[in-house]
């Protein structure tokens, strides 16, 4: 906040022990829960007496709400935020409008990072949700702009009959939609169907009438297999990264096996037939978005350190923290080999802008 | 989330790589950046060209929104915000209401902790917010209700004067009130006006008219010095640990004569006359609440791990982690010694129950 939070910069602040360990304020402060439970009563009495709910009535903020969902730790979605911020303001400049700018991610995510790199200098109140946004996370009618980038392609799960041995679909010879097996493809597809039809569901709820929301997604040109793409190729080479240590036996065959990327690049259309199916949205854009960054030549290493950020925690989880450094290792050294090839193939897949209004 | 969120447990969930490390997200998202500031345009473009900002209104919104501020890590501010929502529900037994609740604490609160603890059958949308609760930390007029739990009593800072040397009241003999030289307190008494001064303004603003406040703090009865409750002996027997650390050579007298708790117990004269200063709040009550924690009889052991919850993360700043056990081991075999001498004490400091209603 601009106002008073300059002040903050004399100020101290004494956090209590986080986490639960030992030491933890949270396993380690049974005094102070004594007077909440001596103080309920009172508050039942607080709330049966002094609350007149006639006379607050509910809706008497008049502040901009924004959320951000997807929105990892920064500085990303910051800029963003900030963005539709300075927008909003262009079209009301004789207005004073308060905005109250939500960033949501997974339980997970690193909000405690997020919350300490705020920029100092923004002009409104945050908060952070956790949890997925495929289900309800703000109160009906709620928001008046959502933004979510590089989010929807990623799956709630990976479809199980991938990585059933016994299924027809068994996905063995990739890590996602590039390989070879009939109906892999489909079953990514149906997943991100499902998830895509519960994240606009929820939407349709917490915005309000006459809202937006901007997604930005990857997505897959129409008629071009997965495995021709620059992305297709990087997954392959990760593919075949964890192959060759499971061959010289630094990982297990069957935790190869069993490893997919939770992610499905739909095409435009695709996308645009699901989102059609949802009553409550309508489409006010979709095309492709010039990013100014794909004409910048990416190194080999430039490719494993955003490759890193994004599947680390996939690849520690499933192999385990002892193997990451070995895995990106090999891998920058085999995104090296194939860089002209992968470069040759960057202008395939498409950044996708997206603008739905909610229904009046 | 009751509604969806059980699905979650079937749900995986993907975090970029969180901290602001060489492999993290925040610092590998370039290509991310690239789509964000190219889509900086078309949202600018969306908001002036797809918005109607006199359509939707800024108050769509129903939901009854509740904080709770200086929530620390749970699971007491779990249990509080139950209350609440479980009283304000009896109200209206015929009406479904939604309930937002915003977590608030400083920055380096460990708010991963407080998401991921998160009771799964709660009934409201969670929300944490970073930042000191002395500032605005909502939009005007938005919170129905607002909960403070043994927050109040923590000062924003030391007061200058009572670490300076050459100080007539530096407060060479003592962490805290407790000590022979006269104008400490006074000195934390003005810090803990203006403080709290602070809060009440910015409550002012982000509480509706109508809205509840409801603070509970530790308070002292009039007359009695801080050094002769069971907490001023407690800070004094830190304060005596520390001075033999520092005679043994293993902290520095200097250090120890600069450590001072950033606390400040009122007695509820002092709270009640601030307050009213406040013109936009009534004291609907304020009282001494019975805090059945006080009649369990706690060993040194307990009042170790209590004490050391709170203010570990002091000692360690201050003195550095690799003394932090070493004080708080010398602190327990300190506190067995004074054990019934302490327990004598425990009933002079006041447990207070305040309910505020902003003015309408």
Redesign the interface.
Known sequence: ?S???T??L???????????G???????????????????E???E???N????K??????????QVADLGC?????TF??VQ??I???E???PHETL???V?FN?????????L????PSSRKY????????F?????????L??V?S??ALH?L???PAEIVDRNSPVWNKDSIQCTGSVKGVTEAYATQFENDTV?FLD?RAEDI?????M?I?TLAMPDGIPMSETANGVLYDVLGSCLNDLAKMGIISEEKVESFNL?IYNATPREVEAIIRRNKYFTI??L?E??????SIPFTAQ?YT??F???F???VKNHFGKEYVDQIFYHFTERVAENLSFIEEKTLDII?L?I?L?RS?
Do not use: C
Not at 22 to 40: E, I, R, T
Not at 55 to 64: E, R, Y
Not at 134 to 142: E, T, Y
């Open positions: 906040m106002k008073g939070e002040d903050i004399q100020q101290q602040s004494y956090a209590m022990v986080g986490g639960d030992a030491h933890s304020y949270a396993k380690n402060s049974s005094y102070q829960k004594g007077a909440v439970d001596a103080a309920k009172l508050i039942n607080s709330i049966a002094n609350l007149d709910l006379l607050i009535g509910f809706n008497t903020s008049k502040a901009f990892s730790t920064g500085p990303n800029i963003a963005n539709i300075e927008a909003v262009q079209k009301l308060e905005f109250q939500f991610d997974h339980y997970d995510n690193d909000f405690n990072t919350f300490k790199t705020l109140f945050a908060s952070g949700v956790p949890g997925s495929r289900n309800r996370l703000f109160p009906k009618s709620s008046h702009f933004h980038s590089y990623w709630s799960r990976i519960s929820a309000v009438p006459g809202g937006l901007v930005l939770p006010e854009r095309e978005l010039s990013n100014p960054v794909r430039d350190v955003n890193r950020a994004i680390e925690e996939i950044d802008f603008l209004k009046v």
